[in-house]
């Protein structure tokens, strides 16, 4: 790998390890949701970075997706905190998230997707199976008596891609493919006090632009040239609404999903309502590996 893109890497790194932790400081009894997002991404700009997907702030059973949209009146009181935040630099993609308890009761559940995110760093190196990967975070999560979510992964970082390849699985699942040097990934470990496996749930608020269609009408096609200012990376719902109004973005994305341009991704909940937890760090594959999130 080129020393500028590693560079780019770094920077877009630490960018992305100031605003979760200055997210996390935010993340208190009483804060809005929909705020402390809008905060996260204004400081990721402030710093000379762009959000590589929405901020998102993911509670209790919801393991992922969740990302306010301008109505959103959530408060936090007493829930499991998951924030995600991502930042890129000129496409090349940092990818972080920590959870925290408001409750003080989760403590166990938290260490269990933190101990398995550095289990399976401290496995990080060229030649190592993805096998073994998720075999370091299943032990390690059911070690602690819960159950690590299956059907959620860790995924490359590709230029402007957020989901890559490699799949970074969170159980053994025997996949003998191996990591090679100057991959670029991203693991993040799920721990879940309930059934393991995710579903989906509604209503979407992140999208990602897919493809183009004739798009005759005007509203829709000044939303559109919007959208693809993105340059294929997930988008927030809110971040129409605020340059175009409520009404207007809703009419416009009804009218781009039935088009097929748009991707869809709904929050994604636990089965059985239990809790969740995650831990995630972005890594350089190399001899020495490169964690360039921590901070």
């Given at each position: 790998?080129?020393?500028?893109?590693?560079?780019?890497?770094?920077?877009?790194?630490?960018?992305?390890?100031?605003?979760?932790?200055?997210?996390?400081?935010?993340?208190?009894?009483?804060?809005?949701?929909?705020?402390?997002?809008?905060?996260?991404?204004?400081?990721?700009?402030?710093?000379?970075?762009?959000?590589?997907?929405?901020?998102?702030?993911?509670?209790?059973?919801?393991?992922?997706?969740?990302?306010?949209?301008?109505?959103?009146?959530?408060?936090?009181?007493?829930?499991?905190?998951?924030?995600?935040?991502?930042?890129?630099?000129?496409?090349?993609?940092?990818?972080?998230?920590?959870?925290?308890?408001?409750?003080?009761?989760?403590?166990?559940?938290?260490?269990?997707?933190?101990?398995?995110?550095?289990?399976?760093?401290?496995?990080?190196?060229?030649?190592?199976?993805?096998?073994?990967?998720?075999?370091?975070?299943?032990?390690?999560?059911?070690?602690?008596?819960?159950?690590?979510?299956?059907?959620?992964?860790?995924?490359?970082?590709?230029?402007?891609?957020?989901?890559?390849?490699?799949?970074?699985?969170?159980?053994?699942?025997?996949?003998?493919?191996?990591?090679?040097?100057?991959?670029?990934?991203?693991?993040?470990?799920?721990?879940?006090?309930?059934?393991?496996?995710?579903?989906?749930?509604?209503?979407?608020?992140?999208?990602?632009?897919?493809?183009?269609?004739?798009?005759?009408?005007?509203?829709?096609?000044?939303?559109?040239?919007?959208?693809?200012?993105?340059?294929?990376?997930?988008?927030?719902?809110?971040?129409?609404?605020?340059?175009?109004?409520?009404?207007?973005?809703?009419?416009?994305?009804?009218?781009?999903?039935?088009?097929?341009?748009?991707?869809?991704?709904?929050?994604?909940?636990?089965?059985?309502?239990g809790l969740v937890s995650q831990a995630e760090h972005?890594?350089?594959?190399?001899?020495?590996?490169?964690?360039?999130?921590?901070?």
């Amino acid at each position: 790998m080129e020393q500028e893109i590693i560079e780019k890497y770094l920077k877009a790194g630490k960018i992305t390890a100031i605003a979760r932790e200055f997210g996390q400081q935010l993340i208190k009894p009483g804060a809005s949701v929909r705020e402390i997002l809008d905060k996260v991404e204004t400081k990721i700009v402030e710093l000379g970075g762009q959000p590589a997907f929405p901020a998102q702030i993911s509670l209790n059973e919801f393991a992922a997706h969740c990302c306010s949209d301008l109505t959103d009146t959530t408060i936090l009181q007493d829930q499991v905190v998951k924030l995600d935040v991502g930042v890129h630099i000129d496409g090349y993609i940092a990818d972080t998230a920590v959870t925290v308890d408001l409750s003080g009761k989760h403590g166990k559940l938290l260490k269990a997707s933190q101990d398995a995110l550095e289990k399976a760093l401290a496995l990080v190196r060229p030649g190592v199976t993805l096998a073994a990967l998720g075999k370091a975070i299943q032990e390690t999560i059911t070690a602690a008596g819960f159950s690590p979510v299956r059907n959620l992964s860790g995924h490359g970082l590709g230029h402007f891609e957020i989901h890559a390849r490699p799949s970074i699985p969170n159980v053994d699942n025997g996949n003998q493919n191996v990591l090679k040097e100057g991959m670029v990934i991203a693991i993040e470990p799920f721990a879940s006090t309930g059934a393991g496996t995710v579903q989906e749930s509604s209503p979407a608020t992140v999208f990602t632009f897919v493809s183009d269609a004739g798009i005759r009408d005007p509203i829709t096609r000044k939303v559109l040239e919007e959208i693809r200012t993105y340059q294929k990376l997930p988008f927030a719902k809110r971040w129409l609404e605020k340059k175009f109004g409520i009404a207007k973005t809703n009419f416009a994305l009804r009218q781009l999903l039935t088009k097929g341009c748009l991707e869809q991704h709904p929050p994604l909940v636990d089965e059985a309502r239990g809790l969740v937890s995650q831990a995630e760090h972005s890594v350089i594959v190399l001899e020495k590996p490169i964690v360039f999130t921590r901070g």
